[in-house]
């Protein structure tokens, strides 16, 4: 029975369920189509890294043998859509059913599942088991508990896998060592060297494409080294195994003007699309461990991401998607101001930020949620706006990580689901853990008037505008018993700040 094998973009991996059980006469059908790039503006560099990586794949499959239609963007015939892309597949041969494994995004899975009736033939959606936890298994932890802590899921994973476990005991008498990771970076501390891939053909070809067809969308296009092969993305691995994971657990909290790697994998992407196996990347790392290359906070903070995190935030996805993306829990409705995409203000903290991410299409995590995420949490930026640029700035955005990241950790909109208080910082915070203030205009000691440092004012602001559901937060009772505190004159002198700063910025509603 000859059948049609959808394979997205972020399905390069070998073992990917639609390949499974390939046989001759089958065809597998891959597109880099308009209405995926388009949907969001995504960097130019995260379009050219998926685009380079899907032709690598395809070559590949046709270098073992497998038959593959590969639809370029610029083929005249490209119809822009995935479902086009099939339709004429179709008509170009004789199928019997369409494979294709579940997307990443809710929005697709809803399209696919509307394709059998529309294209009058079987389509089997298959499970994407590339997850160490699947969603089966992660239901069956979140049903019937009161809160969904994170790291009881976690303490789960690490059983169930034996990652980092002596019998049923975890490494080193403890599931955490959180604590040990939140040093500031020392002066003299010398950071990774990253490797840089150079460009094949094939990826210069693509550079040339997105160059041009994608000319105005946000992200400087070159230079381009990231891996786009799973040989390549593995020797990331390796290195950052040997260069980075040593120092990656006291530094993780860590921020420095100009340095967006820091001691950070970037590994997401490579995961995400299919080219490293986390569960294989988590084994790495704790082999590593137990010959004595990394200690154990670096490592367990490593895994903890991965296994923890990443394998979390897509059960909560799933969980609670489509209504999760509609929760407004605070009730923000101001607009992501400019600079977002522009880099152009005066808040060096946040002006480093977004010229990392348009130079790399990454920022690593404290970046995203005590930078930019902490600014559109204390401003009040509405959700949707701030989730449409976290899902087209990085090179590792697909919604189901990149949701629950943004809407449930940074912005607190899901009301509590993910997170037990908001992220909220001053600009202490960002002082104590970073050198941006000491070149910033702002003045991060000064609380009030045209000199001090925004965040300072926004945070107690934000305290203010979402008083009536956070108070009860027992987590803020002590910032709420500190804001009971406060004159009258200094919570005028707060809130005539933060509004002559929204105007400012132009998203004073
Ligand atoms: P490292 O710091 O080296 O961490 C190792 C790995 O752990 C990562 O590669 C990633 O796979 C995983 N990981 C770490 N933190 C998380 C987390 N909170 N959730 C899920 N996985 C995690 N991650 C994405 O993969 N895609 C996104 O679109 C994305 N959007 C985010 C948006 C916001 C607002 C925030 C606060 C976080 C977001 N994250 C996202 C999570 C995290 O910031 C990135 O995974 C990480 O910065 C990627 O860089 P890295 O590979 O160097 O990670
Ligand atoms: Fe950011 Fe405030 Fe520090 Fe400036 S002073 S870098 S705005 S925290």
New binding site residues.
Partial sequence: MPRLRLVLGDQLSDSIASLADYADGDLILMAEVAEETGYVPHHKKKIAFLFSAMRHFASRLEGGGKAVRYVRLDDPDNSGSLKGEVVRALKAGSYEEVVVVEPGEYRLKAEFETWSDQLGLPVRIRRDDRFICTLDRFNAWAEGRKRLTMEYFYREMRRETGLLMVGDEPEGGQWNFDKDNRKALPEDVSLPDRAFVEPDEMTRDVLTLVGDRFADHFGDLEPFGYAVTEEDARAQLDGFITQGLPCFGDYQDALKQGEAFLF?????LY??AGLLDPLEVCRKVETAYRQGHAPLNAVEG?IR??LG??EY?RGIYWRFMPDYLERNALEAHRKLPDFYWTADTEMACVRDVVTTTRKHAYA??IQ??MVT?NFALLAGIDPREVNAW?LAV?A???EW??AP??HG??LFADGGLMATKPYAASGSYINKMSDHCKGCSYAVSKKNGPKACPLNYLYWNFLMENEELLRGNHRLSMIYKTLDRMSDEKREAVRGDSHRFFKRIGIEQ
């Fill in positions: 950070h994998s970037v590994l997401a995961m995400n490593f991401q991965i995190w990443r935030a690593h995590h995203r949620l995420g976290y990085y590792d955005a697909y990580v990149e990241n943004t950790m940074a």
